[in-house]
C-alpha cells in the first residue's frame, strides 16, 4: 500500500519530466532522469521535512543528478523548447475560436523564440518560476543560490524578455490572447 507521501511525490512527475527535457534535450535521457529521481526520492523520503516542500524537493534531486551525468561527460547539451506542439495545443484547447487559437499560437512560439534567445541560467530561472510555478525559496534551493539572486535574475531575465519581445508588441501592436 502507498503512503501518503509517494502519492504527492507522484503527482509532479509530468511537471519533472518537462524539466528533464529542458535539461536533456533527449526524450530518453529524460525518463531516465525521472526515473532516477523518484528512485533516490524514494529512498531518502524520509528525510523529506515537510510533504508541501516535496516538488521543490523532487526538481533539487532531479537537477542535482543532471549535473552530475554533465560532469562525468564534461559536456554541455543544447535546452529544448520551453513548450512543445503538444502543449501549445492543450493551453490553446479553451477556445473555440479559431483566431484565437492562432493569435495563442503566434504569440506563444513568439514567446518560445524570445526565451530560447535568452542565456542559460535566464532560461532556466524563467522555467522554474513562470512554467513550474515554483517559489522564490524552491528555487534558490534546486539553483542552490540565495533568494535574492533568484530574485534579481528573475527581474534581468524578465526584462531582457520585454526587450527581445518590444519591436514586435511596439506601439500596442500585439495581439490580445482573450
Not at 507521501?5 to 512527475?13: E, G, H
Not at 518537462?18 to 532516477?36: I, K, P, R
Not at 543532471?66 to 512543445?84: C, F, G, H, K, Y
Amino acid at each position: 500500500m502507498q503512503n501518503t507521501k509517494d502519492t504527492t511525490l507522484l503527482a509532479y512527475r509530468d511537471r519533472l519530466f518537462g524539466y528533464a527535457m529542458f535539461l536533456t534535450h533527449n526524450y530518453a535521457s529524460a525518463l531516465d532522469l525521472v526515473q532516477e529521481t523518484y528512485l533516490r526520492a524514494l529512498v531518502a523520503q524520509e528525510r523529506l521535512p515537510k510533504p508541501s516542500e516535496g516538488k521543490g524537493w523532487l526538481f533539487t534531486i532531479l537537477r542535482n543528478i543532471w549535473l552530475n551525468q554533465l560532469r562525468r561527460r564534461a559536456t554541455v547539451r543544447e535546452t529544448v523548447d520551453l513548450i512543445s506542439e503538444g502543449n501549445l495545443e492543450s493551453a490553446a484547447s479553451d477556445s473555440t475560436d479559431p483566431h484565437i487559437l492562432y493569435v495563442r499560437r503566434i504569440v506563444t512560439t513568439q514567446v518560445r523564440e524570445a526565451i530560447n534567445k535568452l542565456p542559460t541560467k535566464f532560461r532556466e530561472i524563467i522555467l522554474l518560476r513562470e512554467y513550474e510555478e515554483l517559489s522564490y525559496k524552491e528555487i534558490s534551493t534546486i539553483l542552490g543560490c540565495p533568494a535574492g539572486t533568484v530574485m534579481s535574475r528573475l527581474a534581468r531575465a524578465r526584462s531582457r524578455l520585454r526587450i527581445l519581445l518590444a519591436p514586435t508588441y511596439a506601439g500596442g501592436r500585439g495581439c490580445a490572447t482573450s
